[in-house]
């Protein structure tokens, strides 16, 4: 297990890292916040059953993933979480968590982190990881069916248009 003072070097790592995309670009000044407030946001690993979640206003990364070699390419947990972490400090009420099932992905909260989410590994990774990244959270909540359908090309939607507007 990494130290606290290996964990902190991580994060900053992964914060640097995606400071400059233009996902993270457009998220900030969609809540008009200076992209440098990036630098201030709380995040810690803890031990969680999910890769990563927000809470109060704090983000923490599942310890789970610095069991392996590729904790720089988990960064699109940041950039969902970060999403969570603008809504939060935003808005007049605390976000509604999401929780396992169908609710889960259709909440407004979390549709919106897995669209920022899947635009910025669209354009990292590529469309395929993208839609496999989509098609593991619908698997391990059992969507099928039209429904499913319907939720992936919701979750998917800024990922195409962001196809749509590089092909421009």
Same mark, same amino acid.
């Given at each position: 297990?990494?130290?606290?003072?290996?964990?902190?070097?991580?994060?900053?790592?992964?914060?640097?890292?995606?400071?400059?995309?233009?996902?993270?670009?457009?998220?900030?000044?969609?809540?008009?916040?200076?992209?440098?407030?990036?630098?201030?946001?709380?995040?810690?690993?803890?031990?969680?059953?999910?890769?990563?979640?927000?809470?109060?206003?704090?983000?923490? $990364?599942?310890?789970?993933? #610095? +069991?392996?070699?590729?904790?720089? /390419?988990?960064?699109?947990? &940041?950039?969902?979480?970060?999403?969570?972490?603008?809504?939060?400090?935003?808005?007049?009420?605390?976000?509604?968590?999401?929780?396992?099932?169908?609710?889960?992905?259709?909440?407004?909260?979390?549709?919106?982190?897995?669209?920022?989410?899947?635009?910025?590994?669209?354009?990292?990774?590529?469309?395929?990881?993208?839609?496999?990244?989509?098609?593991?959270? $619908?698997?391990?909540?059992? #969507? +099928?069916?039209?429904?499913?359908? /319907?939720?992936?090309?919701? &979750?998917?939607?800024?990922?195409?248009?962001?196809?749509?507007?590089?092909?421009?």
């Amino acid at each position: 297990m990494l130290s606290r003072q290996q964990q902190l070097e991580t994060i900053n790592v992964l914060k640097k890292k995606i400071k400059d995309h233009e996902v993270l670009r457009e998220m900030f000044d969609e809540y008009n916040i200076d992209i440098n407030e990036l630098d201030l946001i709380p995040v810690a690993f803890m031990d969680l059953e999910v890769s990563a979640r927000t809470d109060h206003g704090v983000i923490y $990364l599942s310890t789970k993933l #610095l +069991k392996d070699s590729t904790i720089l /390419n988990d960064d699109h947990y &940041l950039v969902h979480e970060i999403t969570h972490w603008l809504q939060q400090s935003t808005g007049d009420h605390p976000t509604t968590g999401g929780e396992k099932g169908e609710d889960y992905v259709s909440n407004k909260y979390e549709v919106e982190g897995f669209q920022n989410q899947t635009e910025y590994i669209s354009d990292e990774y590529g469309d395929d990881t993208a839609e496999e990244y989509v098609d593991k959270v $619908l698997d391990h909540h059992k #969507l +099928k069916g039209k429904k499913r359908e /319907n939720r992936k090309e919701k &979750l998917l939607q800024l990922a195409s248009r962001l196809d749509t507007k590089n092909a421009l």
